[in-house]
């Protein structure tokens, strides 16, 4: 099914990082698009993936989460009510050391956390076991579907 959402990719902040990184972000991009038409979002939807590091990630996590701790993806929703859902931010540091722990590549643990993350901006959440619950089993069926075998167990929060 050919889908006509716009997903955009940039790097931030540029670094010598990125490139020892052989990122797809083609594929990065399907897995934001499969995630859109998973839900049935609109068609006309648009989403920005952004590729940064550690310390990024850790300055946005303190400023708006008032958490002062690295993370491996944020999700800011667009205030607008158009079709921007908003910006997915990866930390591409974290994404290879989880990648390393758990016996897979970089670019697998990627897809995830832009699935996951086009989870948030469509307002999915994991605040709660029930949530949570809900939230995996539907990354879980979109991984699945790009066929990547990449599981993390429901938390007893």
Request: net charge negative; with cysteine; charged share 20%.
């Given at each position: ?73 944020l999700s800011f929703p667009s205030t607008e009510n158009n079709k921007y859902l908003g910006d997915?931010?990866?930390?591409t540091e974290y994404a290879v050391r989880t990648a390393d722990q758990k016996g897979h590549s ?52």
């Amino acid at each position: 099914m050919p889908y006509s959402y716009y997903i955009s990719t940039r790097v931030y902040p540029s670094s010598n990082f990125h490139t020892s990184i052989p990122v797809n972000h083609a594929k990065l991009r399907h897995a934001a698009k499969e995630t859109l038409a998973n839900r049935s979002a609109d068609p006309d939807s648009a989403i920005c993936i952004v590729l940064s590091l550690d310390y990024y990630l850790n300055e946005l996590n303190n400023k708006y989460s008032g958490i002062n701790a690295t993370t491996d993806v944020l999700s800011f929703p667009s205030t607008e009510n158009n079709k921007y859902l908003g910006d997915i931010i990866l930390s591409t540091e974290y994404a290879v050391r989880t990648a390393d722990q758990k016996g897979h590549s970089a670019n697998e643990e990627l897809q995830l956390l832009t699935v996951h993350g086009t989870l948030h901006l469509l307002g999915y959440n994991h605040s709660t076991p029930n949530e949570q619950k809900i939230m995996w089993e539907i990354q879980e069926e979109i991984l699945s579907k790009l066929k990547i075998a990449i599981s993390y167990p429901v938390e007893n929060t």
